[in-house]
Nanobody, 118 residues
């Protein structure tokens, strides 16, 4: 069983920065793809950024050039550096671990709230 614990959310002014962290338990982190999703009130959850076990990153068009996803396999942790934050980035952010074996296993964190407001 894998547990994911997010941290780093909070209230920030437009144009500000935050760094989210997601620490994973267990031994499959380095072999897993990691991703950050977000969900704003009344909206569907959307993929923000993902990173493969090999370190290849992909981003939603809405955050390209502003957000950076990274991982530290020695610490079993994935990060999301968020710069130039906008009010529309306000959402609950969720960490996701995806492990491919015989089937696909998905694990989710509990979420951390990011609020961008003046």
């Amino acid at each position: 069983q894998v547990q994911l614990v997010e941290s780093g959310g909070g209230l920030v002014q437009p144009g500000g920065s935050l760094r989210l962290s997601c620490a994973a338990s267990g031994t499959i982190f380095s072999r897993s793809a990691m991703a950050w999703h977000r969900q704003a009130p009344g909206k569907q959850r959307e993929l923000v950024a993902s990173i493969t076990s090999g370190g290849t990153a992909n981003y939603a068009d809405s955050v390209k050039g502003r957000f950076t996803i990274s991982r530290d396999n020695a610490k079993n942790t994935v990060y999301l550096q968020m710069n130039s934050l906008k009010p529309e980035d306000t959402a609950a952010y969720y960490c996701n671990l995806r492990f491919f074996f015989v089937s696909t296993l998905d694990y989710w964190g509990q979420g951390t709230q990011v609020t961008v407001s003046s």
